[in-house]
């Protein structure tokens, strides 16, 4: 019998620290109701979780930026709505204007209204915004440089022009607008891409939706275009970096509708200007088709973010949150052993005490 190592009482007081440690790391899962509190508890499962929660921050904040993206393409759109209605009314004009029941005096009072529509357009144009950029002056579109503006000028290029270097060769130009305009498509055009002209307006078309568009202005010349990836606003719509989408909007303003200079007054004026005012109103359709696809994508963006976040939510829920029916049982049974393990280191320290019947 021994009194200076109580061997019994230190292995009961051992087993009831494990069991306290135990309780203790229960009733913290239980209260914060997280199976994962501190890096040792799965270091493995920390890593994991954190990376994913990374990517749910993510992922929300790209959902929200897809849906900034629709409202800017909603802001365009509602300018072009009233574009639209602008030109219908100037087409409706010039109509009107191409009856022979009107007076000069009648003419000039239509080209009037016509002359301050034109303005409203270019006032739409400079002036329709999103969070101070500006949408419909060409700055969100790409951009296209010509090596000499004095030979090609006013350059529109669809989404699908590739990247890099094109020469025009310009043959002829017109000047009364009784002609059409000729050019020689060289380096960067493809052997299946034709050319149509209406006047000096020049639109070239390929193959898997190439178009390109401009304005050529001096006979005899040539001049390299170079297209970029520039202008164009880039959407982050997804978590990860390369996970965007690109936005381009046109000008769309009277010269790059080619309607700037309608004038009902001259001879041959309002049906030259019923059929400008026809393209004008092609273009700004199919801009605002353009619009609405990028729209409808955007939208399945939106909805298909939200879908991945929520299963990345699950994922990390099942590597994280504590199951809290078994854990209360696991309180449960270390609390009893700990109640037990009290009791006995307290009947082991009183067998030190035996000792004083032997000294009586």
């Known amino acids: 019998m021994q009194?200076?190592?109580?061997?019994?009482?230190?292995?009961?007081?051992?087993?009831?620290?494990?069991?306290?440690?135990?309780?203790?790391?229960?009733?913290?899962?239980?209260?914060?109701?997280?199976?994962?509190?501190?890096?040792?508890?799965?270091?493995?499962?920390?890593?994991?979780?954190?990376?994913?929660?990374?990517?749910?921050?993510?992922?929300?904040?790209?959902?929200?930026?897809a849906s900034d993206g629709t409202s800017v393409i909603e802001t365009a759109d509602g300018a072009l709505n009233e574009v639209t209605s602008m030109i219908q009314r100037m087409r409706e004009l010039a109509v009107q204007a191409a009856n022979d029941t009107n007076t000069t005096t009648d003419l000039e009072a239509i080209q009037v209204e016509i002359t301050a529509l034109k303005a409203e357009i270019d006032r739409v144009s400079t002036d329709t915004e999103f969070n101070t950029m500006t949408l419909l002056d060409g700055t969100l579109e790409r951009r296209t440089y010509s090596s000499d503006s004095s030979?090609?000028?006013?350059?529109?290029?669809?989404?699908?022009?590739?990247?890099?270097?094109?020469?025009?060769?310009?043959?002829?130009?017109?000047?009364?607008?009784?002609?059409d305009a000729s050019i020689t498509l060289g380096a960067g055009f493809s052997d299946t891409a034709e050319w149509t002209a209406s006047g000096n307006y020049i639109t070239i078309t390929d193959e898997n939706g190439f178009e390109m568009s401009m304005t050529v202005k001096k006979a005899g010349s040539t001049a390299t275009l170079e297209v970029t990836d520039l202008g164009q606003m880039t959407l982050q719509i997804g978590a990860n970096e390369g996970q965007d989408v690109d936005v381009s909007i046109p000008r769309i303003d009277t010269q790059s509708l080619h309607i700037d200079e309608i004038d009902v007054t001259i001879e041959e004026g309002a049906g030259e200007a019923i059929a400008l005012l026809d393209e004008a109103l092609a273009k700004v359709s199919a801009t605002r088709s353009k619009l609405g696809a990028y729209e409808n994508r955007l939208d399945y963006s939106v909805s298909s973010l939200d879908a991945f976040e929520e299963n990345m939510e699950s994922a990390v829920s099942?590597?994280?949150?504590?199951?809290?029916?078994?854990?209360?049982?696991?309180?449960?049974k270390q609390n009893v052993l700990s109640q037990a393990a009290t009791s006995v280191l307290s009947q082991a320290n009183e067998i030190p005490q035996q000792v004083l019947q032997l000294l009586q």
């Open 3 to 65: 009194i200076n190592h109580n061997m019994s009482a230190v292995t009961a007081n051992n087993h009831l620290k494990r069991t306290e440690d135990a309780v203790t790391a229960s009733i913290e899962r239980l209260s914060s109701g997280l199976r994962i509190n501190h890096a040792s508890d799965d270091a493995a499962g920390i890593a994991i979780s954190n990376k994913m929660h990374a990517q749910i921050k993510a992922l929300d904040q790209a959902s929200r930026n």
């Open 151 to 179: 030979v090609v000028s006013n350059i529109t290029v669809a989404d699908d022009v590739q990247v890099g270097t094109y020469q025009i060769v310009v043959n002829d130009v017109t000047t009364d607008g009784t002609t």
């Open 318 to 332: 099942r590597i994280e949150d504590v199951d809290m029916a078994e854990e209360m049982s696991e309180y449960t």
